[in-house]
């Protein structure tokens, strides 16, 4: 049985657990009323090996996830209202209300973000590593994935260019059962997922991804290794969800029996009983953590309810456009940028179109036809 922090520190791990229980719960309910567009995947039940790992990295590491990744987020340090808020696609969310649910972000907490490709994180987790190595610190990535996504031709790219630089990432593979809907036994020839990196140089470990405590023993020796070896980890957190893939799953594929033997295992229940029998938190004590997290939960919504959707004419911020003035290259130009340019060219009767983006696409075009036209080309 792994050890026991410090009494503070432990009621940290399971406030920070109940917050993540809560926020998912009225997320779900949120994307049932509507507030919430696209897909919703929730990690109800996946709390402790979220908090565990998390708890085992500084703050100046890195954390990168899946499209699951609200807990995440909380867990680094972003502050509910903006992931409700991300969630609501509001001016105030963590990604300007551009992301949703599967692209948090918030460099500020080093959390580089949530991906909905699967698999697509790790090769970007490498490349944070490399950064960290080029700039002489000691810094260590944790990469989160889940089962699916160790089949995916990404992992072995990633796992085996890690090995052969020695870049200093943890690969977390939070194995909750199933790719989707599709169980680990049906969906990959090996399931003990510790040992698909070891053909690439890439030496693994196992924690129950239902205990806190022992996931954040398991990963923070896993870091430690990193950050002193300078060569990456691979870790398998064994763990269930206890919701669907994704809102819009109708879990046709596992029992009811299956997920109550496993809500049997629930690491906020588990966890808070243990508090308890080791005379670190009351029943009262948990029930008023239980409380303030639900009230900061409210307060999240009601933050992301007021928050404004961004405005039409910022449609363009932050994407990769022809810049009028140089064919063929990419520019990010904000609405902002657009708004100064045509102030600056006021009285320009050459174009009156103030949009940018259509007359830029326009030129872009214009030009190409040109050349065609002076070469012969069709």
């Given amino acids: 049985m792994s050890e026991m922090p410090a009494p503070e520190v432990a009621r940290e791990w399971l406030q920070a657990m109940t917050l993540i229980r809560r926020f998912e719960e009225r997320a779900g309910e949120m994307y049932a009323r509507a507030k919430i567009g696209g897909f919703l995947h929730l990690s109800i039940g996946e709390e402790a090996a979220i908090v565990g790992a998390a708890r085992a990295l500084r703050d100046d590491d890195y954390l990168i996830s899946t499209y699951r990744s609200h807990g995440h987020a909380l867990a680094r340090g972003t502050a509910p209202e903006n992931v409700m808020a991300e969630l609501f696609g509001r001016v105030d969310g963590c990604s300007g ?8 972000f918030d460099l500020s907490n080093r959390f580089m973000g949530g991906y909905g490709i699967v698999g697509g994180n790790l090769p970007i987790a490498a490349g944070i590593g490399l950064s960290s190595d080029y700039r002489g610190t000691d810094e260590v990535t944790l990469c989160t994935f889940g089962d699916g996504a ?18 200093p990432v943890v690969f977390m593979v939070t194995n909750n059962q199933f790719g989707m809907g599709t169980s680990l036994s049906r969906h990959s020839a090996v399931t003990d997922l510790r040992g698909k990196g070891e053909s690439l140089g890439v030496p693994g470990m196992r924690c129950d991804g239902m205990d ?24 398998e957190a064994v763990t269930y969800r206890f919701r669907g893939h994704s809102m819009a799953d109708p879990e046709e594929y596992r029992t009811k029996e299956e997920v109550a033997l496993w809500r049997e295992r629930d690491p906020l229940a588990t966890f808070a009983e243990r508090l308890r029998a080791d005379g670190i938190l009351d029943e009262q004590a948990r029930l ?10 409210d307060q999240a919504v009601a933050f992301a309810d007021a928050s404004p959707f961004p405005p039409p004419e910022s449609l363009y911020d932050d994407v990769y456009v022809f810049d009028g003035e140089t064919h063929g290259w990419y520019s990010g130009e904000s609405a902002e940028d657009r708004e100064s340019r045509a102030r600056a060219e006021l009285g320009d009767t050459a174009s009156t179109d103030e949009s940018g983006i259509p007359e830029q696409l326009t030129r872009a075009l214009a030009a190409r036809d040109d050349v065609a036209e002076g070469t012969g080309a069709v």
């Fill in 150 to 167: 160790s089949n995916q031709g990404t992992f072995g790219e990633t796992l085996n260019l890690a090995a052969l630089w020695r870049l």
């Fill in 97 to 104: 209300g551009r992301g949703g649910s599967m692209h948090m």
């Fill in 212 to 235: 806190v405590l022992d996931t954040h023993a398991v990963v923070a020796e896993a870091v430690r290794r990193v950050r002193e070896e300078r060569r990456p980890i691979l870790v």
């Fill in 288 to 297: 008023a953590m239980d409380e303030a997290a639900t009230a900061k939960v």
